[in-house]
């Protein structure tokens, strides 16, 4: 919490709102960053399932045995359970709306009791700005871990498809 300098000089004031502003436009910076990554991995997810999807479909209207039709099923589904769970870590991220934008409502500066000087004021700008430092750090926080564990499920997705892939065509060949 910031405390209220003993001078009350207005420099500081005016130097920690400054300080306080760049936090906050730093954090909207990475906010940005944040979606853009979950927006770009979501449609890299939507690609492997729709070519999951392709070959599935192509392999099953050959009229395949049932059987093959079985595998061919197991194998898109084995795309599609990482791919979900990605992208229900991923859709986590995007409409998140707990967010302190930088500035305040004018009605607040208006309107507010018991603050008389431009050193008050600032002062108390400066405090509700570090307040929304702490709360979208929080939120920062939550949308990386949303981020991350989103991105390990889809680079689990080659592997399995290819894996899979792999097992069909051994359970393909003995049979």
Known sequence: MVQQPENGSLWRFQE???QAEKCVTAQQTQLAWVQGRATTTLGWISAELLGALALVGANMSKGLHN???LYWLVFGVSVL???SISTLYLIKV???MEWNFEGLQPEGILFT????????MLHSTVLGLENARQENDATIRKMV????I?????LV???IAILSALLLAVVTLYR
């Open 16 to 18: 920690a709102l400054r």
């Open 67 to 69: 059987s093959e039709t």
């Open 81 to 83: 359970i990482p791919a």
């Open 94 to 96: 995007l409409p998140l």
């Open 113 to 120: 009791k018991g603050i008389e000087t431009q050193e008050e």
């Open 145 to 148: 871990r949303s981020l991350r």
């Open 150 to 154: 989103g991105w390990i499920w889809f």
């Open 157 to 159: 997705i080659p592997p």
